[in-house]
């Protein structure tokens, strides 16, 4: 029996009993809460303001625009047509690319280990609000309140924080509250958790929109602008990094959230561009409700000091007089991450009136921010274990597996209470969001542009001619960003820009290259034409393949006829259709996003080998990179042995365990008894 096949029959057990959402509107909100986080809150905004206001939105829309949404565009199509979670969406492509959704499905539970913390931060300040003014800790001194929260003084010496553990125990009995009855819990708790923090938000931001001071804090965050910036490599990295986490994408959650859609009738398209747009405008406005206060806070040291901000001679004589001050009320506008949320804007909510009843709205706002996130990660896990074969064999209760992923976490969560949690967090986040994510979308792209569909490439040109181009174009891509980017370590030494140009010149010479063998060896019908060789060999037909049922999923085609690409009407539609993809969809997949984040990747570690990471001593960075070392690991173990991915009791043919264990490990697809034939499913066609 083919892999198709077989892959058919595990779709269809799978489809078996799933829950759906009760309501399309449900999936939109979920996925909405799950992009819309704790980073939409601080991090978008501290990126905006410092790399110049305006000017960091240029390359953040333009990754949005061509890397992003296409990615995320790729994890709603393969949920919603396969069926099933990331780790068996992509192995419904190719047995061998199971590991890259297993990667990202860990990637994306290993966070909510450290979010969870955060979460319980916030857990504490919104418990402290509820006491008199007089009362309320985090009022007296910010800075010191969250260092004692976080126990992050400094001093290293193994102090364990019971109150941040208890705190922490709480999310997670949250989260398996919303976990336990699968979808259909999810599904009624976003109806409240998306809405609420928004309408939140607008009113923080029409309260801080009062103060004296606001209009410096929106100066500073959105409307200055420093058009130098934009030749700042690491705005783009940041950029990537934003879109990467803000979105959710690369971590399975979109996948599992689509497949429990309807394959027939799930307007992808239309779900690609409400989700990515609502999180952007949400980060904006996030933007908006901290900057504002943040601009009142330094109006607030000014005018304590006397001093008029407007006027720069007032201001040079300030400086001169009193620098530490005028250091101090600059500062309210250079917070960092956690800074803005847990030690300015606290600061700021204590000037007002009643202040606890803003602790409570803010804090609480953040609560349901994180909350959508945290358990969105989890349901990616008890998704995969129930799609796994280990779950189709024993149908495990969905409050089982909660409460098997909630426990885990909470074990899992127990180093970031210690005093060296801060760092810990520090240093895992950075290995995963930089270098784990974006090698998980590296791979995304490489699968569904290279990978999906290559049969089909076989038969129009032959399977040569195919690898040629492939493996032609990657080693080049990889030699020329090596010599371009990696090995100029010294730049003293070496010229950048002329290491940049022979890098260039490699990988475009091994393109072209690559591109005239393979169309010389092609073996097609001599009527063939070359235009048509190079479109079997170049082509994005794996893409395509998920744009034309995207496109057609929803579409009347007794108004508007069926969908076929590449006819001028049809591709003109989709231009200005939301409910379609248009033609660059594939080939953003494949080359430029593929590409872009195959680069990025290399310099991160590069970067990450010349100066290690934060200055940290490398023992201390070892966590961080066994993790990111897991993650490939989970990739290639599959590539290499997908048979272990399969139910050997049901696919094997051996009798005792052992002989399992080595079908298992056999290095080959999975391959049915003739007796099994008969009975097996043929592929399941898009309805």
């Not at 100066?219 to 783009?236: C, G, T």
């Not at 539609?573 to 590409?595: E, N, P, V």
């Not at 066994?626 to 997908?642: E, R, S």
């Amino acid at each position: 029996m083919s892999g198709n096949d077989l892959e058919a029959e595990i779709q269809e057990e799978r489809e078996k009993g799933r829950k759906k959402w009760d309501h399309p509107i449900s999936f939109i909100l979920a996925a909405v809460g799950s992009a819309v986080g704790l980073g939409n809150v601080w991090r978008f905004p501290y990126l905006v303001s410092k790399f110049g206001g305006a000017p960091f939105l240029i390359p953040y829309f333009l990754i949005l625009f061509f890397v992003g949404m296409p990615i995320l565009g790729v994890e709603l199509c393969i949920g919603t047509f396969f069926q099933a979670g990331d780790a068996d969406a992509f192995g419904s492509m190719n047995p061998r690319l199971r590991g890259i959704g297993l990667a990202s499905v860990f990637a994306g539970y290993a966070i909510t280990f450290y979010y969870c913390i955060i979460l319980a931060w916030a857990f504490v300040y919104f418990g402290e609000s509820f006491q008199a003014t007089s009362n309320i800790p985090w009022l007296e001194n910010t800075g010191e309140y969250f260092s004692e929260v976080s126990m992050s003084t400094g001093n290293i010496t193994g102090a364990f924080n019971w109150r941040t553990f208890v705190c922490l125990i709480a999310v997670w009995v949250i989260i398996f509250l919303c976990l336990f009855k699968g979808v259909k819990t999810t599904g009624w708790v976003v109806k409240f958790t998306v809405p609420l923090p928004l309408l939140i938000l607008l009113i923080l931001i029409i309260r801080a929109a009062f103060l004296d001071g606001s209009k410096d804090g929106i100066m500073a965050y959105l409307i200055k602008w420093d058009s130098e910036v934009l030749s700042d490599p690491f705005i783009w990295s940041g950029a990537i990094g934003q879109v990467f986490f803000s979105l959710g994408i690369c971590m399975g959650v979109m996948t599992t959230y689509s497949s429990h859609n309807s394959k027939t009738k799930t307007n992808v398209a239309a779900s690609e561009k409400a989700i990515s747009l609502s999180d952007t405008g949400i980060a904006l406005l996030g933007g908006f409700a901290i900057y504002e206060m943040l601009g009142s806070m330094r109006a607030k040291c000014y005018n304590a000091a006397g001093v008029d901000r407007y006027n720069e001679t007032a201001v040079l004589e300030f400086n001169a007089t009193d620098p530490d001050k005028r250091k101090q009320c600059e500062s309210y506008l250079d917070q960092k991450s956690f800074g803005l949320a847990f030690i300015a804007y606290p600061e700021g909510l204590g000037t007002l009136e009643a202040p606890q009843f803003w602790g409570i709205v803010f804090f609480g706002c953040l609560l349901m921010l994180g909350i959508d996130s945290a358990f969105s990660l989890c349901e990616c896990m008890i998704t995969f274990l129930k799609d796994c074969w280990i779950g189709l064999r024993y149908r495990p209760k969905t409050w089982i597996i909660a409460i098997m992923c909630t426990v885990v976490g909470l074990l899992a969560g127990l180093p970031y209470c210690f005093d060296s949690g801060l760092v810990t967090l520090d240093i895992v986040d950075r290995y995963i969001n930089n270098w784990g994510m974006v090698l998980i979308g590296t791979l995304e792209c490489f699968a569904v542009g290279w990978v999906y569909k290559i049969d089909d490439q076989y038969q129009k040109v032959g399977k040569v001619s195919v690898l040629i181009y492939n493996v032609g174009y990657l080693v080049s891509l990889i030699v020329g960003a090596i010599l371009g980017i990696a090995l100029p370590y010294k730049p003293a030494e070496v010229d950048g820009a002329a290491s940049l140009g022979v890098g260039l010149a490699v990988f475009l010479m091994g393109w072209i290259g690559s591109t005239g063998v393979a169309i010389v060896l092609a073996k097609s019908k001599p009527e063939v034409t070359v235009l048509s060789k190079l479109w079997a060999i170049m082509g994005w037909h794996g893409a395509d393949d998920l744009r034309n049922k995207a496109n057609n999923c929803v579409r009347d085609t007794e108004k508007d006829g069926v969908w076929t690409p590449y006819s001028w009407k049809m591709e003109l539609q989709a231009l200005y259709r939301h409910d379609c993809f248009c033609a660059a969809f594939g080939f953003l997949i494949k080359y430029l996003s593929y590409t872009l984040l195959l680069v990025i990747t290399v310099i991160n570690i590069r970067n990450d080998i010349v100066s290690p990471y934060g200055g940290y001593p490398k023992d201390m960075l070892a966590i961080g990179q066994l993790i990111f070392v897991f993650m490939l690991f989970l990739v290639v173990i599959v590539a290499i042995f997908p048979r272990i991915m399969y139910d050997p009791f049901k696919y094997a043919d051996e009798q005792t365990h052992k002989g399992r264990l080595i079908w298992m490990l056999t290095p080959t697809p999975v391959e049915l008894g003739s007796d099994r034939q008969a009975s097996a499913p043929k592929e399941i066609a898009l309805e």
